[in-house]
């Protein structure tokens, strides 16, 4: 009777122990190469284009955001209200460099990675190949079984007020500072002048710009994008350093160099901007925080939100489509 009880108790344990969290390298024995086949895949495809680097770390955000880290966003079924077609997610890109690592991961371990660890992991060494900081990730995600357009509408947006992305942002557990933080991902990657259109030549009433915008900026900036031009012709977020992973991009935020409208309302704000402020004290290299650091704190973060555990989700067979 004991032994049953002992045996009862333990099993439960186990149950419960499986359970719960992700966890660092919580694929080291079920399949030991998935983190080298993923950066694999992933070192290819920058070497080919750099800009995937920034796309990839787009993905990650874009899957989080809606519905938790679950891999909703690669679901492309031919359903017209799949959650990728939602018009906060215009432009998001990246799904065949998963679907590329995917493949290779089915061939050595065969219904074991998940897709939405490959997003996370893919971000990861997305970031590292921008130079950025290396970090490990916690794994264990589970793929989700719902993609719906709707579930898309809060999706911060560049026009949102300061006020609107703090919410959006709290809603899903992360803080102002996350939210300083995480933005300063447009450290990599481009814009389509799409985006801009609002910001150039209706900002205010008259048909005027943004004030925040730095004058010989933004003579520049309406060279890029033009009144009428090619609203798909692209932009570096960053001006001047969209390769690098780096804290410029807080530099031009807080000096009238922000390219996003969104970026530059950080700036506007006492709370956001005393946070970006934090980074260039005059001793900070020495005792300041380290953007690098908290970066990577909000980054993982940003990859626990709604994740979906064991019973919860399952693993796909193909990343673009429910098994
Ligand atoms: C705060 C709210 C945010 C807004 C309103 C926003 C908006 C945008 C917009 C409009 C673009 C240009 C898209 C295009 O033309 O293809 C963009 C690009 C990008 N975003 Fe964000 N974003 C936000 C937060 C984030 C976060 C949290 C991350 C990642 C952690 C991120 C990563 C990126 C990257 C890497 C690009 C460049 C993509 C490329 O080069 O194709 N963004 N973002
Ligand atoms: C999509 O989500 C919305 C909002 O939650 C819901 O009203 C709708 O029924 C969902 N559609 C499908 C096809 O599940």
């Known amino acids: 009777m004991a032994l049953v009880l002992a045996f009862i108790f333990y099993f439960l344990i186990g149950i419960s122990n499986s359970y719960g969290q992700l966890k660092v390298g919580f694929y080291d024995e079920t399949c030991p190469q998935a983190e080298s086949i993923v950066r694999n895949v992933v070192s290819d495809a920058v070497l080919s284009n750099a800009n995937i680097a920034a796309v990839l770390l787009r993905l990650h955000f874009h899957d989080c955001f809606v519905e938790g880290c679950d891999g909703s966003i690669l679901i492309d079924d031919g359903n017209p209200n799949a959650e990728r077609h939602a018009f906060g997610h215009q432009g998001v890109g990246g799904v065949e460099v998963i679907e590329k690592a995917k493949e290779q991961l089915e061939a050595v371990c065969n219904g074991v990675v998940s897709c939405a660890d490959i997003v996370a992991l893919a971000a990861r060494d997305a970031i590292a190949l921008a130079n950025g900081p290396s970090y490990e990730v916690p794994t264990g995600r589970r793929d989700g079984g719902i993609s719906n357009i709707s579930l898309a509408d809060d999706m911060p947006d560049v026009s949102d007020s300061i006020e609107q992305l703090k919410v959006k942002f709290f809603n899903k557990g992360l803080t102002e500072k996350d939210l300083v933080l995480l933005t300063a991902a447009h450290t990599i990657g481009t814009t389509a002048c799409f985006f801009m259109t609002k910001r150039l030549y209706n900002f205010l009433p008259g048909g005027r710009p943004d004030p925040t915008i730095n004058p010989a900026f933004l003579q520049e900036l309406k060279a890029k994008c033009p009144q009428n031009g090619d609203a798909n012709a692209r932009i570096p977020i960053d001006s001047g350093s969209q390769q690098s992973f ?15 409208e969104s970026d530059a309302r950080l700036n506007d704000d006492r709370t956001t901007k005393s946070i970006i402020d934090s980074y ?29 555990l064991d019973f919860q989700g399952n693993i796909r067979r193909i990343c673009t489509s429910f098994n």
């Open 280 to 308: 260039f004290g005059l001793l900070n290299p020495l005792f300041g925080p380290s953007f690098e650091a908290d970066f990577v704190d909000s980054i993982i973060k940003m990859g626990e939100i709604g994740v979906k």
């Open 246 to 260: 780096d804290i410029h991009i807080l530099q031009n935020i807080r000096s009238g160099f922000a390219v996003l």
